[in-house]
């Protein structure tokens, strides 16, 4: 609901603020007062194209502000894509406009995007009027609406649109599997040579996980063994100079001392080290001796390790996934041996599921076509007071596309005289009839959560009496259920509003300016009198407008 509305430096404007309420607001002035004005700013507000004539004469920029509580779903899933949260459900428009042109917008401080804005602006707010465009003009939003009416009509409707859904959605999903597998058994098939021989391969070297380590562990063992026996021989020949062992040199040595005649032998000390050296150098020489090796596994083990990797580098993948390629290509080879009977298993899976999403497509289309009829009977008993008891209205239901909401296309489609072809709303209807016939079709499709804010410009332009009685007894029942916003000079369909705004123009050192303040009782009395009867009130056009006061 549009709560507040801030207008600046836009044409006659200077500066203006205005707080709607609920229900209908009507706004009335004389010819010329400004109420298009007042349109235009809430249109730029809303997204609507920019023009640097809409800036005041003398005015840098121009700027409007809309604020609006309880936003629809409709504006928060795009206020959500676009990363704008909402704190407390009120939503802020902006608009600023420069004497140049450029135009920039935000949503509650965060500057968005012109097409951002008016995606936005377009959930909010619907405007009715002889020009302008509006939601059911939209051929694409006819299915939603005509479900809308059946939900609130048709008390099993909303179970059979979600089995409807539910089984689409199983349809669709067998149908891609029926695809996919098709694709799959194309590729297979022009692929069997090769993935035999690769299964064939694959299942003889037979890898294990973790084999590729192990192998490439045990291999750099090996070689360093080889290495470290080498380093060993020469260590061992080099305590073995010329054949002769170093320990038995020294030996040699320590038993020719022993042989000093002198009692006692004063190189006793040094003979017992020497005994000790040549003890140690024998234990030295036992250890330092090669051992025997078995390397003789290095060369399998070489050729096994050399390759798996040759396998791996040939699929793409590391040796650990050798094993789940082996499981991937036998199960292809698999699926291609028993393609006939895996064929046949999804082709009944997606028969049965499409079905049963035809069997509640026709359920759906069958609720739809009652749906439409009781749309229709209730737009007809709505026309002739307003005017359009030649006109004729149905909702045209056609097979299209498979998809969630079924198999249906809807048209909403009428004819302004008999013996007219049945056509499109906008192209069908003039002006003023088509302003009238939107809102009976708005008067009828309005539910109770219906959250948009209507906004009606000038639609009783050509009529008066009891047809102005009537548009304005169905704005009153349209504003029950959602917010509605009424520029009229009709006093009839001023007589029903909630909240009464006067339009003024006045002119003060040669500069003009619009206004506007919300009237009421004597005032607004007033106002509807003047409507009757022009500038000059008169007691019949009082006594009148006090009949047509219905708030």
């Not at 209205?393 to 809807?410: E, K, L, Y």
Request: proline content about 2%; hydrophobic content about 45%.
């Amino acid at each position: 609901m549009l709560t507040r509305l801030s207008i600046s430096n836009i044409v006659l404007i200077e500066h203006l603020d205005l707080d709607f309420g609920a229900g209908l607001n009507i706004l009335t002035g004389e010819t010329g007062a400004g109420k298009s004005i007042l349109m235009d700013s809430l249109a730029l507000a809303l997204g609507a194209r920019s023009d640097a004539a809409l800036v005041r004469s003398g005015a840098v920029s121009a700027a409007v502000v809309a604020e609006f509580d309880n936003a629809p779903r409709a504006a928060r899933t795009i206020l959500d894509d676009a990363g704008i949260e909402l704190d407390d459900d009120t939503l802020i428009l902006r608009r600023t406009l420069n004497a140049d042109g450029k135009s920039r917008a935000w949503i509650n401080d965060n500057p968005v995007s012109i097409k951002t804005l008016k995606a936005v602006g377009d959930a909010l707010v619907e405007i009715h009027g002889q020009f302008a465009n509006h939601a059911l003009l939209d051929g694409t939003t006819h299915l939603g609406a005509l479900d809308d009416f059946a939900t609130r009509n048709t008390p099993t409707f909303t179970d059979l649109a979600a089995r409807t859904r539910t089984a689409y959605t199983e349809y669709h999903t067998a149908e891609k599997r029926m695809r996919e597998l098709t694709d799959m058994l194309e590729r297979a098939a022009a692929e069997r040579e090769f993935l035999e021989h690769n299964v064939a391969e694959l299942s003889t070297l037979n890898v294990q996980l973790g084999e590729e380590e192990d192998l490439a562990t045990q291999r750099i063992a090996m070689m360093n063994a080889e290495k470290d026996a080498a380093i060993l021989s020469d260590a061992n020949a080099a305590l073995n100079a010329r054949g002769n062992s170093l320990d038995a040199q020294v030996f040699s040595v320590a038993h020719i001392l022993e042989h000093i005649k002198t009692d006692p032998n004063p190189y006793q000390e040094q003979i017992d080290k020497l005994y000790e050296v040549a003890e140690t150098l024998s234990d030295i020489s036992a250890a330092l001796a090669p051992h025997d090796m078995d390397i003789s596994d290095l060369e399998s083990i070489e050729e096994r390790l050399f390759a798996i990797r040759a396998a791996a580098r040939k699929h793409r993948v590391s040796a650990d996934e050798l094993p789940e390629k082996l499981e991937q290509m036998s199960a292809q080879l698999a699926i291609i041996d028993n393609s006939d009977t895996e064929l046949q298993k999804v082709k009944n899976t997606l028969v049965s599921a499409r079905t049963t999403f035809e069997k509640y497509a026709a359920d759906l289309h069958t609720a739809r076509v009652t749906a439409a009829e009781k749309l229709r009977t209730q737009i007809l008993a709505e026309l002739p007071e307003l005017k359009l008891g030649q006109a004729d209205f149905i909702a045209d239901i056609t097979t299209g596309d498979a998809s969630a909401t079924g198999m249906d296309n809807v048209t909403f489609m009428i004819k302004t005289n008999p013996g007219m072809p049945f056509g499109a709303l906008h192209k069908t209807a003039s002006g003023g009839e088509l302003a009238r016939f939107m809102l009976a079709l708005r008067v009828v499709l309005a539910g109770e959560n219906d959250a948009l804010t209507f906004v009606f410009d000038e639609i009783d332009t050509g009529i008066s009496g009891a047809t102005a009685s009537a548009v304005g007894s169905r704005l009153h029942r349209l504003a029950l259920s959602a917010q509605a916003l009424v520029i009229t000079h009709s006093a009839q369909v001023a007589g029903y509003a909630d909240k009464h705004f006067k339009i003024s123009k006045s002119v003060a050192n040669n500069v003009t300016t619009t206004s506007v303040c919300e009237i009421s009782d004597a005032d607004r009395l007033n106002e509807i009198a003047r409507i009757i009867s022009g500038a000059e009130i008169t007691p019949e056009s009082l006594t009148m407008a006090r009949t047509l006061m219905h708030n």
